[in-house]
């Protein structure tokens, strides 16, 4: 069967300071691989998907970057965080569009 | 502008009643997804509905999709306590990858 993981589950970073979140997923191959994010009581916004290894498209213009080293690794990165990259960091796969599942997530709170 | 809206964003209700949470959408997508979030969680897929017309039901939740009226239903029967949680309608996005979400109905069942 399928599984996503991420990590950290929680992480406190200062304003500043470089982000690296990690996502992979096994069980399958060739998927499509997602970052979204919650800010607190609010939707879901998407920030970057990817089709393949290296190919990134990003949504909302931000200090945040996304890369795809391998077929089934998603990180999600930043040089120097701001206050308003405090969040919900939610992976996600799908193939064939045929459901989305997500990852546990991660919790950033930038102070 | 994809637009997927929910209504109602926050229902109350008491145990053992019914009701319905609406999504309407602005795309011509034949599919639909529910999710279910818990506070301080990932989200949960409840129901993917595939063409128009489709129902599906799990215990006391069934979802509905009339593609034509772009609108789907979300029905809980005999609510109970455990139901209580974040409901999330989304949508495949104009570009054929991620999904669009509603805003979501914060869903409190009270005794």
């Known amino acids: 069967s399928q599984t996503i993981h991420q990590w950290p589950a929680t992480l406190v970073q200062p304003v500043g300071s470089p982000l690296s979140l990690e996502c992979t997923v096994e069980?399958?191959?060739?998927?499509?691989l997602y970052w979204y994010r919650q800010a607190a009581g609010r939707g879901l916004q998407l920030l970057f998907y990817?089709?393949?290894?290296?190919?990134i498209s990003s949504e909302v213009p931000q200090n945040l970057s996304a890369s795809r080293p391998q077929d089934r690794q998603f990180i999600l990165s930043s040089k120097k965080l701001l206050l308003s990259d405090s969040g919900f960091y939610l992976c996600?796969?799908?193939?064939?569009?045929?459901?989305?599942?997500f990852g546990s997530g991660t919790r950033l709170t930038v102070v | 502008e994809l637009k997927v809206e929910q209504n109602p964003l926050f229902l109350s209700m008491q145990e053992g009643k019914n009701y319905t949470i609406y999504c309407n959408y602005s795309?011509?997508?034949?599919?639909l997804y529910w999710y279910r979030q818990d506070p301080g969680k990932s989200l949960e897929s409840l129901f993917v509905l595939l063409s128009n017309g489709a129902v599906k039901q799990e215990g006391r939740l069934m979802a509905s999709l009339d593609t034509k009226a772009r609108l789907s239903t979300l029905h809980i029967t005999a609510a109970v306590h455990d139901l209580s949680a974040t409901y999330f309608c989304a949508v495949d996005s104009n570009s054929g990858y991620a999904l669009n979400f509603g805003k979501g109905t914060s869903l409190l069942v009270t005794p």
């Open positions: 069980g399958t191959s060739n998927p499509n």
């Open positions: 795309t011509t997508s034949d599919r």
């Open positions: 996600a796969w799908e193939r064939d569009r045929i459901g989305y599942t």
């Open positions: 990817s089709v393949g290894i290296g190919q």
